[in-house]
């Protein structure tokens, strides 16, 4: 046994020796744990790419849920919308006039953002990140061409003739008794074209398959595939109802420009937007590649959301960016887009909405144009005059009056929002919308524009007139009787000051309009203030944010 230990290997190593390598391998590895690394220790924000990993970043919402948050960038929920013709029609009453405000459709981006969006495709096209390789070769002069700068996008066309296509289909018996001519259905639209294209995508839809009555006489064998309608508009600074802000400088001076009109925008965002803007750096920060992402910046990534999803329906490029955790903390991927929404509703809320005063001055012209239409629809011994300035009879002495069946006017997102406040329609609780809000109080919130305010957003009125004696007895001894439905979006919606019925009686519907309307005076509160005018005037309504 003794000479066989003597014959060992002897590039064997003894196990002394080992015994000391491990312990050196063991100190080592303590001494390179013990030592940060440099992820961690470098100052961006405590963090880089490695730390702001594809795989650390939040779920992304699905699409379905991000069109519903992208404030007046969200797409028109069409496919939530019903189909169907019109079955709920008051017993012993007819349908007699039809009122529609409609937003146009979806558009692209503003030339002023699209440029802000070039730099920003410039600033990230360096980035090689795993997940992001489409930012290197994003083609943003195919998506968003300067040219076309806040022109109708093809998807806008679309919105419109679907909307109208359904309102054909809804209003199928109107349609029959009611055929086109200019003096029975009345088309106006702001002078930009987005809108003037949005009422002719309308009128392809509402009146498909229809051609003026004949009324039996030889019909022509040309004929064009649909219906040319006549669409007047008004030039901008006169133009009081659809395009209502360039005609009121006072507006202009007291309101957008105002000191304190976007101080609850500003209060809320820095809760939240250094932070997202610090964490996208991260995100955009490789080795010796930094990225500087503004919070400017930040809503330019939400814009480009928006109209991605809204024009191509498209959320998995500047979408996915809005994934980014917020203190680190991974989350259901929606706190983000929650954030944004919000405060682009706080700012519209001041800017555009009842959070000023002032702002229902500018839908009070549209209400009036509204309820004296309606009551010559109600009175059959009178008829409505036309709103158009001139009249298509060459002879100066004619007066041209008619009693119009449908009244369809194409604007813009601040015109639903001024008539809204008009109305009070999004500030029944009198609650004003302010940064300090719970989580829970802006999930209820009555002001969202994600949900009456998207492109191709609309507001109908529909007028029921007695058939007879058998129609149900007016609440209130007016006359004329008639009941007045109001739709948002195509779904029913109840008007401030009617109770808790869809169909609200006339008499009360007039009370509450002309009560919503009393003391308004465009011209002196918009217009007059240089002629000695006091701004503070009863007459006038403030121009200071309720908050």
């Known amino acids: 046994?003794?000479?066989?230990?003597?014959?060992?290997?002897?590039?064997?190593?003894?196990?002394?020796?080992?015994?000391?390598?491990?312990?050196?391998?063991?100190?080592?590895?303590?001494?390179?744990?013990?030592?940060?690394?440099?992820?961690?220790?470098?100052?961006?924000?405590?963090?880089?790419?490695?730390?702001?990993?594809?795989?650390?970043?939040?779920?992304?919402?699905?699409?379905?849920?991000?069109?519903?948050?992208?404030?007046?960038?969200?797409?028109?929920?069409?496919?939530?919308?019903?189909?169907?013709?019109?079955?709920?029609?008051?017993?012993?009453?007819?349908?007699?006039?039809?009122?529609?405000?409609?937003?146009?459709?979806?558009?692209?981006?503003?030339?002023?953002?699209?440029?802000?969006?070039?730099?920003?495709?410039?600033?990230?096209?360096?980035?090689?990140?795993?997940?992001?390789?489409?930012?290197?070769?994003?083609?943003?002069?195919?998506?968003?061409?300067?040219?076309?700068?806040?022109?109708?996008?093809?998807?806008?066309?679309?919105?419109l003739y679907q909307i109208g296509h359904r309102f054909a289909v809804r209003y199928k018996g109107f349609l029959d008794q009611y055929s086109y001519d200019a003096n029975t259905y009345d088309f106006q639209s702001s002078i930009k074209s987005r809108c003037s294209q949005s009422g002719y995508g309308y009128s392809v839809g509402f009146f498909e398959g229809r051609h003026a009555n004949y009324s039996g006489l030889h019909k022509p064998a040309h004929m064009p595939p649909v219906q040319p309608v006549d669409i007047y508009t008004i030039p901008l600074i006169q133009d009081e109802e659809l395009a209502v802000k360039y005609s009121c400088p006072r507006w202009t001076d007291d309101v957008k420009g105002g000191a304190n009109v976007t101080q609850q925008k500003k209060a809320y965002e820095k809760t939240f937007l250094p932070d997202l803007a610090n964490e996208l750096s991260a995100l955009f920060t490789h080795g010796s590649v930094v990225s500087n992402i503004t919070t400017k910046d930040v809503g330019s990534i939400y814009d480009l959301c928006g109209f991605e999803v809204a024009l191509y329906d498209n959320d998995q490029t500047w979408c996915q960016l809005l994934r980014t955790q917020s203190g680190g903390k991974k989350t259901d991927g929606k706190s983000n887009f929650l954030n944004l929404e919000i405060s682009g509703d706080l700012e519209d809320y001041y800017v555009h909405g009842p959070g000023v005063p002032f702002n229902r001055h500018l839908g009070c012209q549209l209400g009036t144009s509204l309820l004296s239409a309606m009551e010559g629809a109600l009175n059959t011994t009178t008829s409505v005059t036309s709103t158009k300035k001139k009249s298509d009879d060459d002879d100066d002495d004619v007066d041209e009056s008619h009693?119009?069946?449908?009244?369809?006017?194409?604007?813009?997102?601040?015109?639903?929002?001024?008539?809204?406040?008009?109305?009070?329609?999004?500030?029944?609780?009198?609650?004003?919308?302010?940064?300090?809000?719970?989580?829970?109080?802006?999930?209820?919130?009555?002001?969202?524009?994600?949900?009456?305010?998207?492109?191709?957003?609309?507001?109908?009125?529909?007028?029921?007139?007695?058939?007879?004696?058998?129609?149900?007895?007016?609440?209130?001894?007016?006359?004329?009787?008639?009941?007045?439905?109001?739709?948002?979006?195509?779904?029913?919606?109840?008007?401030?000051?009617?109770?808790?019925?869809?169909?609200?009686?006339?008499?009360?519907?007039?009370?509450?309009?002309?009560?919503?309307?009393?003391?308004?005076?465009?011209?002196?509160?918009?217009?007059?203030?240089?002629?000695?005018?006091?701004?503070?005037?009863?007459?006038?309504?403030?121009?200071?944010?309720?908050?």
């Open 403 to 547: 009693q119009f069946r449908g009244l369809f006017k194409f604007g813009h997102s601040e015109t639903l929002m001024f008539f809204s406040s008009f109305l009070g329609l999004y500030d029944r609780t009198g609650v004003p919308l302010t940064a300090n809000m719970t989580s829970e109080q802006f999930a209820h919130r009555e002001f969202c524009t994600s949900k009456f305010s998207t492109f191709a957003s609309n507001m109908a009125f529909e007028v029921y007139r007695p058939r007879s004696e058998g129609a149900k007895k007016s609440i209130k001894s007016d006359t004329p009787k008639g009941l007045i439905r109001l739709l948002v979006n195509e779904e029913p919606v109840i008007i401030p000051g009617c109770g808790s019925d869809y169909f609200c009686e006339w008499a009360t519907f007039k009370e509450a309009l002309t009560r919503a309307g009393a003391g308004c005076d465009f011209q002196k509160c918009c217009t007059a203030l240089g002629a000695g005018v006091d701004p503070n005037a009863d007459v006038c309504l403030s121009v200071e944010p309720v908050a």
């Open 1 to 159: 046994m003794v000479a066989q230990s003597r014959l060992r290997n002897p590039l064997a190593p003894s196990r002394s020796w080992l015994a000391l390598a491990a312990w050196s391998f063991v100190l080592l590895l303590i001494s390179l744990l013990s030592v940060p690394s440099q992820a961690q220790a470098k100052p961006i924000e405590g963090k880089s790419w490695h730390a702001t990993s594809l795989s650390n970043l939040s779920p992304a919402p699905p699409k379905k849920w991000i069109r519903k948050h992208l404030g007046t960038k969200s797409p028109y929920p069409h496919e939530d919308r019903h189909v169907g013709s019109l079955k709920d029609t008051p017993q012993g009453y007819e349908l007699v006039q039809l009122h529609l405000i409609n937003r146009h459709g979806t558009r692209y981006p503003s030339a002023s953002k699209i440029a802000a969006f070039t730099t920003l495709t410039a600033k990230l096209q360096g980035a090689v990140i795993p997940g992001f390789e489409w930012l290197k070769n994003w083609p943003i002069e195919k998506l968003f061409p300067a040219a076309k700068g806040n022109l109708l996008a093809p998807r806008g066309d679309s919105d």
